[in-house]
C-alpha cells in the first residue's frame, strides 16, 4: 500500500523560504504524476502545482507562479516543493498527491482535486507578516 508522507513545514517569516518534502513508501512512484494542494483554515483545497513522472513537465498556479517549484527525485521516491517569497496568504496545510490510475502522464492538466487518488496527512506552513 502506498503511503505519501510530507515534512519541512514550519513557521517562517515573511519573505522567507521553505523546502517541503514528500516520500513515498510502498511503491515506486517514479512513472505517475504528482502534485502539490494547500488549504487554509475555512477555506477549499487549491492546486498549487503539479509534476509528470519524470519532472518534465511543471504547472504552477497563478498565485504562486514564480515563487514556487516543485521538482522531484525518482531514485529517492521524492518530490519537492521548494517555495521562496513565502507571504502571510500561502499560510495553509500543504499536501502531496499521485496520480496512480496514470503512469506516464505528460499532456495537459492535473489541477483538479479528483485528478489525484491519493493524498499524504499534509503539513502546516505559516508565514507571519
Known amino acids: 500500500q502506498v503511503q505519501l508522507v510530507e515534512s519541512g513545514g514550519g513557521l517562517v517569516q515573511a519573505g522567507g523560504s521553505l523546502r517541503l518534502s514528500c516520500t513515498a513508501s510502498g511503491r515506486t512512484i517514479a512513472a505517475y504524476g504528482m502534485g502539490w494542494f494547500r488549504q487554509a483554515r475555512g477555506k477549499e483545497r487549491e492546486f498549487v502545482a503539479s509534476?509528470?513522472?519524470?519532472?518534465?513537465?511543471?504547472d504552477y498556479a497563478d498565485s504562486v507562479q514564480g515563487r514556487f517549484t516543485t521538482s522531484r527525485d525518482n531514485a529517492k521516491n521524492t518530490v519537492y516543493l521548494q517555495m521562496n517569497s513565502l507571504k502571510p496568504e500561502d499560510t495553509a496545510v500543504y499536501y502531496c498527491v499521485i496520480d496512480l490510475r496514470a503512469p506516464n502522464w505528460s499532456q495537459g492538466q492535473k489541477r483538479r482535486v479528483s485528478d489525484y487518488d491519493l493524498w499524504g496527512q499534509g503539513t502546516q506552513v505559516t508565514v507571519s507578516s
Open positions: 509534476i509528470n513522472w519524470n519532472g518534465g513537465r511543471t
